[in-house]
């Protein structure tokens, strides 16, 4: 007779991956006590009530002008994500073919919105020139990305079909981009509901969408008219399906032609030394090794800086992985009762609509400035959406023994088959909140973000962009390590989970 | 005439050899039925077989190769693709072109499949996607057939229809299927594959339906057993007494 093996013993998939789970979240409880997790608020519970109450009645008279700025939102996101797939479509045929492409590309997408506008902003001012590259930049390198691992996996059997001699161009036409338009249009459309999200947050560095109003109703403590501009997004983002269809697309695109503005007088000169002058440390462009010495050891110190992005990553990817399965049962079927569900759907599509910067901010303003908001900002978002990609998941699973008690339905039958999917899911979402990170800094946690967003402000851009590039260089990094990290066996079967 | 010889020649995919020390030689003119069990090695023999005889010949490959999301006509179209420059394949796409499409109606009509040329391939039945799949063949217009199983998604009347217009279109064919009776009296030669090796090789009027079920020796085995597999089941239907 053989003895039941230990706690986690065994070369079982599961437990392979339970390991893996377990070893990251001790090293995150590990790491806690480094993080500055004080509420330094006075009265959390007091803040909190005041903008529940501004949630729950919303002034919507005190809103000057709130069509405008709805209308720039929505122009602004259309426009980038528009420009955004006519750059990344042809970079995706090449993108298996040229690692300069995939460099560029991984590059460009590493860089968050935000930073980008706060760059762009230095030249085209407070633009749609701006706000448009803030979005099409980072989305051209990531539809090539998505588009190209789209692409590959067309069914290849129609290509072989085709007679020999058939050119490349035909080929892609008949065989092979028909396969796919579906996804790839899916995934588009995924994207766009993200450059919404985008679009407002750039109200954050000044560009007038709902954003701005947002930001500036919520400093001063109109909460009445924060209230209202938050339910007319969530009602732009509940009633995209309807307004946002495939038929209107082509209107739609026209006419946010006449919202966007204004359009800057941008000065050859300008831009030129702007690119080739200021964005330099002036010792390396003078060829001073011993100035450029000097130029490093004036940057603020950086190791806690990096050592705070890390840590918070660290924190938002463990802290997303308890939550989402936590969470993903409230919207699932094979869990509680109708009314309950529809509850835990609204829940987590309202939590994950909301752009995590602004969670963040919300929370801030709660309690204070420390790593604490900024953990509930991104657990809490990126955990909903994780658990919402997973409760649709586990909707389509059939199980063998329906009449199991919940507990035993959730261990037993459903956790299993969604647990690597899930893994999967949480270790391509650690490169995003990698990149939320960083721009978290903007609202004073003291991550690179913070000396990027400051460097910028005393207008020294060659800091500024240096830090960017390390910035860039570390979500490289950990989206190599979670790309080890992910479980093989789980191939993504949604794109639309990235 | 041979139209193709296999003098001891190793076939398969990369480094796996599927097909060891074949030889084999195929005349011009004839119908070729080739028989054996799925895995046997009948789809690397007829891709090499279409590797070599290029455009001379019509493929109708396995599983069809057919694209859901675009009509019938775009799919037969297909079938010349490399006879067009690729904008006037690109202009097709939005606009048909009127010779094609009164071309692609005929054959298709011939398949029974009127009516349909305006169909996305996603909306139809399996029947009907096969014939889809023929008439992208025979649209290819060339004296030589190929087919892997072009077959085995229609009922055994239907089977004997499209056998009929494949072989009335083309002087030669070489055909894969698992239809025993249809083997024996619409082909001239029978090809038999069983592990890799030619086991069967001989003029249809010489065989017998015993001679052929014997390629199968796990049917009888699996019945009853373990659920079988699709074609099994049809080679089972096709040759029980």
Not at chain 1, 106 to 129: D, N, P, T
Not at chain 1, 275 to 296: E, F, I, N, Q
Not at chain 2, 11 to 36: D, F, H, I, K, N
């Amino acid at each position: 007779m053989s003895a039941a093996p230990g706690l986690l013993r065994g070369d079982s998939p599961g437990l392979t991956l339970a390991r893996r789970s377990l070893a990251l979240i001790g090293l995150c409880l590990l790491l806690l006590p480094f993080a500055d997790l004080r509420i330094i608020a006075v009265d959390p519970w007091g803040e909190l009530s005041r903008m529940a109450q501004g949630f729950a009645w919303p002034d919507f008279l005190a809103l000057e002008n709130p069509l405008r700025a709805i209308a720039l939102t929505v122009s602004v996101a259309l426009w980038g994500t528009c420009i955004g797939a006519m750059l990344g479509f042809p970079l995706a045929l090449l993108f298996h073919r040229s690692r300069l492409i995939r460099s560029f590309c991984a590059f460009v997408r590493a860089i968050h919105e935000l930073f980008w506008a706060l760059l762009f902003i230095q030249v085209f001012g407070l633009s749609s020139i701006t706000a448009l590259a803030a979005l099409a930049i980072p989305y051209a390198g990531i539809f090539a990305k998505v588009y190209a691992e789209i692409l590959e996996l067309a069914p290849k059997s129609p290509t072989d079909a085709l007679p020999a001699g058939t050119d490349r161009l035909s080929r892609f036409l008949y065989a092979e981009l028909p396969l796919v338009w579906e996804r790839l249009a899916s995934y588009t459309r995924y994207r766009f509901e993200c450059a919404m999200r985008a679009s407002v947050l750039l109200g954050f560095v000044g560009l007038p969408t709902l954003g701005f109003y947002l930001e500036s109703a919520f400093r001063e403590g109109r909460f009445s008219e924060a209230g209202a501009l938050l339910w007319i997004f969530y009602a732009l983002v509940a009633t995209l399906q309807w307004w946002g269809d495939r038929r209107l697309l082509l209107p739609l695109l026209i006419g946010a032609l006449f919202f966007l503005g204004p359009w800057p007088d941008v000065d050859g000169n300008l831009l030129w030394r702007f690119v080739s002058h200021d964005l330099w440390p002036a010792p390396l462009l003078d060829g001073d090794l011993v100035g450029l010495g000097s130029w490093l050891a004036s940057l603020p110190d950086l190791l806690p800086a990096v050592g705070n992005t890390l840590l918070l990553a660290l924190m938002g990817t463990v802290g997303s992985l308890i939550l989402a399965l936590l969470l993903w049962p409230l919207a699932s079927h094979h869990f509680g009762r109708p009314w309950q569900r529809i509850g835990g759907r609204l829940m987590l599509v309202v939590l994950r609509s909301t752009p995590e910067l602004m969670l963040a901010f919300i929370f801030l303003l709660m309690l204070g400035p420390s790593m604490l908001p900024a953990w509930l900002a991104l657990a809490l978002h990126n955990g909903a959406l994780i658990a919402f990609l997973v409760a649709r998941h586990a909707d389509g699973i059939k199980v063998g023994m329906a009449d199991l008690p919940a507990s035993g339905r959730y261990a037993y039958e459903l956790l299993p088959r969604l647990y690597p999917n899930l893994l999967a899911l949480i270790c391509y979402r650690a490169e995003v909140i990698m990149r939320e990170t960083a721009l978290l800094g903007m609202l004073g946690v003291a991550t690179l973000g913070f000396y990027i967003d400051s460097s910028f402000q005393y207008l020294m851009f060659d800091q500024a962009f240096f830090l960017l590039l390390v910035t860039a260089g570390l979500n490289i990094a950990i989206d190599a390590i979670s790309r080890r990290f992910r479980p093989r066996e789980a191939p993504l079967d949604d794109p639309c989970s990235r | 005439m041979p139209l193709l010889t296999f003098d001891s020649v190793d076939l398969g995919y990369g480094t796996q050899v599927v097909l060891p020390g074949l030889t084999l030689s195929l005349e011009a003119g004839e119908r070729v039925a080739l028989l054996g069990q799925s895995g046997a090695g009948k789809s690397t023999l007829l891709a090499e077989i279409r590797r070599r005889l290029g455009n001379a010949a019509a493929w109708c490959p396995q599983g069809h190769g057919l694209v859901p999301l675009l009509s019938v006509y775009h799919n037969v179209y297909m079938g010349q693709l490399e006879r067009h420059a690729a904008l006037t394949n690109l202009v097709n796409l939005l606009k048909p072109r009127r010779e094609a499409w009164q071309a692609i109606d005929a054959v298709t009509r011939e398949l029974g499949l009127e009516g349909l040329l305006r169909r996305p391939v996603a909306q139809l039945s399996g029947g009907q996607r096969q014939r889809v799949a023929i008439a992208r063949a025979f649209f290819q217009g060339r004296e030589i057939f190929l087919g892997d199983e072009p077959l085995a998604s229609v009922d055994p009347h239907q089977a004997l229809r499209l056998l009929d217009r494949i072989q009335a279109r083309h002087t030669s064919s070489i055909i894969a299927l698992h239809q025993h009776r249809l083997a024996l009296e619409y082909f001239d030669r029978i090809i038999g594959l069983r592990d890799g090796h030619v086991v069967l090789d001989a003029p249809a009027r010489e065989l017998t339906l015993a001679q052929l079920d014997a390629l199968y020796p796990d049917a009888g085995k699996n019945a009853g057993t373990s659920p079988p597999g699709h074609s099994d089941r049809e080679a089972r239907l096709e040759t029980s007494p």
